[in-house]
Nanobody, 115 residues
């Protein structure tokens, strides 16, 4: 069973940057497709970015050009670098991993963006 633990959230001013990390344990990390999702207050959870086991990436339109997902398989960790943050990026950010029919979620880390 894979456990995912996010870190790096916090308060950041509008226009600032933040890097989130997600550390995986308890299973094999390399074959997992990893992703970051977020849920803003009163809204549904939405996909932010994905990275496949081979390193291919995809992004939601709302963050493309401002966000970069990466992974370090030697550290069993996936990252989300967020730049030019906007107030509407405020949300709880969740790490997600999946392989075949297995899905794993972290508990989330809160990102608050405000001027």
């Amino acid at each position: 069973q894979v456990q995912l633990v996010e870190s790096g959230g916090g308060f950041v001013q509008t226009g600032g940057s933040l890097r989130l990390s997600c550390a995986a344990s308890g299973g094999t990390f390399t074959p997992l497709q990893m992703g970051w999702y977020r849920q803003a207050p009163g809204k549904e959870r939405e996909l932010v970015a994905l990275i496949t086991s081979s390193g291919s990436t995809s992004y939601a339109n709302s963050v493309r050009g401002r966000v970069s997902i990466s992974r370090d398989n030697s550290k069993n960790t996936v990252y989300l670098q967020m730049n030019s943050l906007r107030d509407d990026d405020t949300a709880v950010y969740y790490c997600h991993g999946n392989l075949h029919r297995m899905h794993y979620w972290g508990k989330g880390t809160l990102v608050t963006v405000s001027s």
